[in-house]
């Protein structure tokens, strides 16, 4: 499989806040129109790692390939272009409260092309239609549910049809039903859409649901990245405390504790 089988190739990724190293020499890649799952504990990077894929932050040193292009390189006109191919569904939805339904979906398209109104409106309606709000475009966000706010959010970010799609938290404060119906509508925009999406999670029964390939981080690094049968299957003892929900038991040192806080701190 060559290099342009790949959505997103990320390289010996490195990245720090101040003098604390948060990435660590990650890689791992992401095929044309699958499901790439991102999953660890808290503190793991997850969110620090996803934001570098959206371009928001910049690496201490690394590659990040999306579509091709290396973003780490790209200005930022180049990087507008790009985004043009890229959906973000963001955790609590981002809605704009000020807004209907169907002017929160319409927005991309009214920022981003020159069509005219009733194309506008025609388009994002289809999209609510995909994710089961059709009729709902008259509503302001405050009178939607947490599940309906999540798949407005998701046509907004589809309505573009974006190559790449990025879902941060999907099932986050949801119900085990409405979890369930957006784990099947990734799906179902995976194979209708052809599209690539990051998924990024710790919910493990949604993540062995809808992933093709799942990268576990722990503590800035990777443990693993591959299909999600090898991952499930996997006796390495960090990957195993996730997925068994046990308590890690880590022997911190006192003397290496008080000698790295005080060099933080100074």
Known sequence: ???????????NLVTHYGSRKIL???SFAARQGEVMVIMGGSGSGKSTLLRHLLGLNRPTSGSIKLLGQDITRLNADQMYDLRKNMGVAFQGGALFNSMTVGENVELPLREHTSLDDNTIRIMSRMKLEVVNLAGFEDL??????GGMIKRAALARA?????????FDEPSAGLDPVVSAELDELILT???AMNMSIVV???????AFKIADRITVLDQGRILMSDTAAAVRASEHPRIRSLLDRTPRHDTVNPEEYMERLTREMF
């Open 1 to 11: 499989m060559g290099a342009a089988d790949y959505a997103i190739e990320v390289s």
């Open 140 to 145: 302001m966000p405050a009178e939607l549910s």
């Open 200 to 206: 990024v999670t710790h919910e493990l029964e949604s």
């Open 158 to 166: 589809i309505v573009m049809d974006p190559k790449l799609l990025f």
């Open 24 to 26: 660590d020499d990650v």
């Open 189 to 191: 925009l995976r194979d």
